[in-house]
């Protein structure tokens, strides 16, 4: 295995010679993109996964190639969860909870990207609600699966390489300026940002984003 990774590297490279022989994985979005191939590459060193899809059916027919790949007595269990909708994120943490079966890894790579602005179940932003409220319950939720030294992976993206700013302002970037400053001159595909600070070493960061109280029953 390399010593180091850069953009050219590939998941092969990474996981060379790398067993993951009874490790169990839980790897949200598998229903394709990064989502699939991350299971595909897990499941060829051995490891157990567990991947959770919104719609099951699309997901099984993503990943019939990834059982395929399986070596090492590696494999993938589909589960239903929907990032989006509060109670199916409760009612997926909650039978994981049951099993009382351990993670050595969470993989949260499900969310959106520069979709329309809709809101979810719960009334948050589409974009914020998945990618962050719905991981930030599910995480919480099933911290105690986590084996001694487990991780948890939040993936991103390099959205912030394109980084832009306000006409009134080169320093700040809010979520209220996504949605209402100079809608000419904002990029369609940002349409649904409102909830994302880009570029925080860029930008000066403060507070834009007044917490319902229903945020308080997260933890829960």
């Given at each position: 295995m390399?010593?180091?990774?850069?953009?050219?590297?590939?998941i092969e490279?990474?996981?060379?010679n790398?067993d993951?022989?009874?490790?169990?994985?839980?790897?949200?979005?598998v229903?394709?993109?990064?989502?699939?191939?991350?299971?595909?590459?897990?499941v060829?060193?051995?490891a157990?996964?567990v991947?959770?899809?919104?719609n099951l059916?699309?997901?099984?027919?993503?990943t019939?190639?990834?059982r395929?790949?399986?070596?090492?007595?590696?494999?993938?269990?589909?589960?239903?969860l929907?990032?989006?909708?509060?109670?199916?994120?409760?009612?997926c943490?909650n039978?994981?909870?049951?099993?009382?079966?351990?993670?050595d890894?969470?993989i949260a790579?499900?969310?959106?990207?520069a979709?329309?602005?809709?809101?979810?179940a719960?009334?948050?932003?589409?974009?914020?609600?998945?990618?962050?409220?719905?991981h930030?319950?599910?995480?919480?939720?099933?911290?105690?699966?986590?084996?001694?030294g487990?991780?948890?992976?939040?993936?991103?993206?390099a959205?912030?390489?394109?980084?832009?700013?306000?006409?009134?302002?080169?320093r700040?970037l809010t979520?209220?300026?996504?949605?209402t400053?100079?809608?000419?001159r904002?990029?369609?595909s940002?349409?649904?940002?409102?909830?994302?600070?880009?570029?925080p070493?860029a930008?000066?960061?403060?507070?834009f984003?007044r917490?319902?109280?229903?945020l308080?029953q997260f933890?829960?």
């Amino acid at each position: 295995m390399a010593d180091t990774f850069g953009a050219t590297s590939t998941i092969e490279d990474v996981l060379a010679n790398v067993d993951l022989r009874g490790r169990r994985i839980l790897v949200t979005g598998v229903s394709a993109g990064i989502g699939v191939e991350t299971v595909r590459a897990l499941v060829a060193h051995g490891a157990k996964v567990v991947g959770t899809a919104r719609n099951l059916r699309k997901a099984q027919a993503a990943t019939q190639h990834v059982r395929a790949a399986a070596a090492y007595g590696g494999g993938l269990e589909l589960v239903e969860l929907d990032l989006a909708s509060l109670a199916s994120v409760r009612s997926c943490a909650n039978s994981l909870v049951s099993a009382r079966v351990p993670f050595d890894e969470i993989i949260a790579n499900a969310g959106l990207m520069a979709g329309p602005k809709v809101d979810t179940a719960d009334g948050f932003e589409a974009q914020f609600g998945t990618n962050y409220l719905g991981h930030f319950v599910l995480v919480n939720r099933i911290a105690g699966l986590l084996n001694p030294g487990g991780r948890v992976v939040m993936v991103s993206s390099a959205g912030h390489r394109r980084a832009w700013t306000t006409p009134t302002s080169s320093r700040v970037l809010t979520a209220s300026t996504l949605h209402t400053d100079a809608p000419k001159r904002r990029p369609s595909s940002l349409q649904s940002s409102s909830t994302n600070v880009i570029e925080p070493r860029a930008f000066e960061l403060r507070p834009f984003i007044r917490v319902p109280s229903r945020l308080k029953q997260f933890r829960r």
